[in-house]
RNA sequence: GGCAGCGUAGCUCAGUGGUAGAGCAGGGGAAUCAUAAUCCCUUGGUCGGGUGUUCAAAUCACCCCGCUGCUACCA
């Protein structure tokens, strides 16, 4: 089916701890990841789109037995929130993981017998069996180094983060990641796109070049796990079994071609939050070295949101759902808020104040604006039917233009995860059609010259396709409903429309216009 | 402490050697097709401070002040 000449893409986003509810942050990486895909579809690629749930370790093991329930049932029904965010956010995945399942445990064993026979690059074996100690702290599913802990109020110790430690010491299977310093700095020296944005990268980079120590990927203190193939006393350690989900549900070990590993992998796009940038960057890909499978082209990490100025936590109570998002400014408001507010891999603050600010000024007076005005003018004077142009001016062909392009402009930002970017380009083109729409001023052109109105009307019609089509990636629900209002067949919605292709016909009738973006008014 | 980075208009930021920019906010005017939305014009910055290199520095170098990230297995 899929010729070599479609091009494919495969974005992940990190499978979601289920010991948490669903937040803003989750709900924002995997938004990029939708709006990421969705772009692609349009653009005619090959699409997958993969997130999910990340269920094993002792954490959830412990939350399970707090709530007196199995692990099992502990983790269906948290991963049951982060399937119905999906839904919430109008999320378009081509699949959705959980790392409990059969065929993640599969992928995971046969990725760990592919390390275990390998060969590390300096001629030992790359997992072999030791022993770990350590101080340990369950709630944080972290070992400290005894130089960071504090001492705790009964003579106990405590992790920075206020966890009590305990010394624990275990048999365990490392992977000889020592031996895999000098590969990883060549990888980000010839793939500089790798990491991104460029300061992980730095940060990556140094860290690697500090010296790498062996990682311990295996247990023996709690079962909550994959078992380790040919010993089953041990489970993976959770990272392992968590990163492998990326192939997992591509079917790996199955390989062949015409497989959906053969076709997807590697992927293209791995979104990660910061703090999980190493395990991407560093270990994954020294894991799939060993394993000898083809690396990821690119793993992006974005920044954290604060609430109106502080930093979100559950002490604080200022943690936001994103259903409370939706409930309060719309689904595809907040889509857009959160593309558009802060430039992607930074942090950023999130306010009600400023979430009505650009609520209300581009989808309010911008885009839904234009569009009523456009279309109540056509409605009303060119017979409720898209009007018949004549000969395009200078002015006209600038316009059209600059709409039919975008696509062509904003790819390369895109691909940069600029989201922000490709905003403000097509926000750009807005500005230009109301520019345009009251120099041209249709609504007195009625009066004096009916067929330069028709022409006017005609190409801001035009000027709406086209950004109907662009910005569906970000808004797919509402955009569907102009494109509904412009009569745009549903065939000729993709990016190939863009331009003469997909050219609106005059004489076809248009439905009465209604209102995309309702003005917020705050209550006083 | 070490390494990396940031500090530009009220706010969020773009700009890496050649007469200071955008969006939002503020001010004035126009228009009235439209969700009182829109358009045009405009106020506003000694580009954190200092020294230096240069014909020329927000842009390069050094110092100082302030802030942030990373420094091993936490979205």
Request: glycine share 8%; proline share 7%.
């Given at each position: ?7 494919k893409?495969?974005?992940?986003t ?20 939708d ?22 370790g ?5 939350s ?9 049932q ?5 991963s049951?929130?982060?399937r119905?965010?999906t839904?919430?956010?109008?999320f ?9 399942e ?26 072999y069996?030791?022993s ?56 980000y ?10 300061s ?18 295996s ?34 070990p ?41 690396l990821?082209?690119?793993?992006f ?27 309060t400014?719309?689904?595809?408001q ?6 558009a ?24 007076n ?9 279309l ?12 018949e ?34 905003l ?9 059609a ?7 001023a ?15 009307l ?16 970000f ?20 990016f ?21 973006f ?7």
């Open positions: 089916m899929s010729g070599n000449s479609t091009q893409f495969f974005v992940t990190p499978i979601y701890y289920v010991n948490d509810q669903p937040h803003i942050g989750h709900a924002y990486t995997t938004l990029a990841a709006v990421t895909a969705r772009f692609h579809r349009l653009a005619g690629r090959d699409v997958f789109f993969l997130t999910g749930t990340d269920e094993h002792q954490k959830v093991a412990q399970a037995a707090a709530a007196g329930i199995t692990p099992q502990f983790t269906d029904n948290v049951q929130n982060f119905d965010l839904k919430l956010l109008n378009s995945n081509d699949d959705f993981i959980r790392t409990t059969p065929r993640n445990i599969a992928a995971a064993q046969a990725l760990w017998q592919a390390m275990a026979k390998a060969v590390s690059p300096d001629g030992q074996p790359a997992i069996l030791g770990y100690s350590g101080w340990y702290a369950v709630r944080d599913e972290a070992f400290y180094d005894e130089a960071e802990l504090n001492d705790g109020p009964d003579g106990g110790k405590l992790a920075p983060s206020g966890a009590p430690v305990a010394w624990v010491e275990e048999p365990s299977y490392f992977f000889r990641l020592s031996a895999y310093g000098d590969a990883l700095l060549a990888l020296e010839a793939e500089p796109d790798l990491v991104a944005p460029s992980r990268r730095n940060e990556i980079k140094s860290f690697v070049k500090g010296g790498l120590r062996d990682l311990s990927i247990r023996t203190s709690f079962s909550w796990g994959v078992p380790v193939p040919g010993d089953e006393k041990h489970v993976m350690y959770v990272w392992l079994d968590a990163l492998v989900n990326y192939i997992a549900a591509l079917g790996f199955e390989k062949g071609e015409g497989s959906p590993y053969d076709r997807f992998w590697p992927a293209d796009l791995h979104l990660v939050g910061k703090d999980i940038v190493r395990f991407h960057t560093v270990y994954w890909p020294a894991f799939l070295m060993a394993a000898n499978l083809p990821p082209q690119r793993v990490a974005h920044g954290w949101w604060t609430i109106e100025g502080q930093k979100m936590s559950k002490s604080l109570g200022n943690v936001i759902a994103p259903s409370q998002l939706v409930e400014y719309g689904l595809d907040t889509r857009h808020l959160l593309m507010e802060v430039p992607f891999g930074n942090d950023g603050d999130f306010s009600h104040k400023s979430a009505i600010r650009r609520i209300n000024a581009d989808l309010a911008g885009i839904g604006n234009l569009a009523q005005r456009t109540t003018l056509i409605q009303k004077n060119c017979e409720a039917a898209v009007p142009p004549g000969q395009f001016a200078d002015q006209d062909k600038i316009l059209l233009d600059a709409a039919y392009s975008l696509y062509r402009n904003v790819e390369a930002d895109l691909r940069l995860q600029s989201f922000h970017e490709v403000r380009a097509i926000w750009s083109v807005i500005a230009g109301d520019s345009y729409i009251d120099r041209n249709p609504w007195a052109l009625k009066k004096t010259d009916i067929a330069r109105m028709g022409t006017v005609y190409v801001l019609a035009e000027t709406l396709r086209a950004l109907g089509i662009v910005l569906q990636p808004m797919p629900e509402t955009m569907a409903r102009l494109l509904d209002q412009l009569a745009v067949p549903a065939d000729k919605r993709d190939a429309a863009l331009g003469e292709a997909g050219s609106l016909v005059p004489g076809t009738a248009l439905p009465p216009p209604q209102g995309l309702p003005r917020i008014v705050e209550a006083e």
